[in-house]
């Protein structure tokens, strides 16, 4: 096997391995109306997804207070996972190319703004992603992004030096955290935040999808 720059590749999953933003969106539309809280646009909800849901809530409506945010977050995850939704698509290539990632010897992880039971559900649904990856952590059981403990975790997990691992994400959260801990990172252009947002924090290069993603790491073998 040929010298490799990387040995852990961590992916974020909603926008960068899923392609969740309608349904997310939707579900916090629902949300708003039943609580009768003031709008906010499609744009304003679709941006904060990456992070978790109490961070995210407290960006869209900071002048509530934290009983009001509870019972938003409660409701928004009843309806979104509690009343039979179904799991969002994965986006084209992105099982193909994982299965080549881990066939070629890489560990792969997922670092995510989901709960664990939200991930859980998804690992249920694409049964063929969950034994692709050695570790995962969610919002919900470590500090949330662009906090990088959960990257941190991961590194003492596999016992791997941060410049060893790349992380792969579609918003600047993704970027940030890595950014935080010196850990390089690549961003895909199919999820919520725009190309330059991602750059501006710290993303050394972007792909349009992580379906790029075994033919990008050829590239960067070590020589």
Not at 107 to 119: E, F
Not at 206 to 219: C, F, H, I, N, Y
Request: hydrophobic residues 45%; negative net charge; charged residues 20%.
């Amino acid at each position: 096997m040929e010298a490799r720059r990387y040995d852990v590749l961590i992916f974020d999953w909603d926008g960068t391995l899923s392609d969740s933003e309608s349904q997310i969106v939707s579900g916090m539309q629902a949300a708003i109306r039943d609580l009768d809280l003031p709008s906010r646009d499609d744009r304003a909800i679709g941006q904060l997804i990456g992070l978790g849901l109490e961070e995210g809530m407290q960006q869209l409506y900071p002048e509530l207070d934290t009983d009001r945010l509870i019972a938003l977050l409660m409701r928004y995850r009843a309806r979104f996972v509690g009343q039979g939704l179904h799991e969002s698509p994965l986006f084209p290539g992105v099982e193909q190319a994982l299965q080549v990632l881990a066939q070629a010897g890489y560990r792969l992880a997922v670092a995510t703004g989901k709960s664990r039971p939200g991930l859980n559900r998804s690992f249920k649904q694409h049964h063929l992603l969950q034994p692709l990856f050695a570790a995962s952590r969610t919002a919900d059981e470590t500090a949330n992004k662009p906090n990088p403990l959960m990257l941190e975790e991961l590194l003492r997990e596999f016992d791997v030096p941060a410049e060893r691992a790349l992380m792969i994400g579609d918003t600047e959260y993704d970027a940030a955290m890595a950014a935080a801990i010196g850990m390089p990172m690549l961003g895909v252009t199919c999820g919520v935040h725009e190309p330059q947002r991602i750059l501006a924090a710290g993303a050394m290069a972007l792909l349009e999808s992580v379906a790029d993603l075994p033919g990008w790491l050829q590239t960067r073998q070590i020589v």
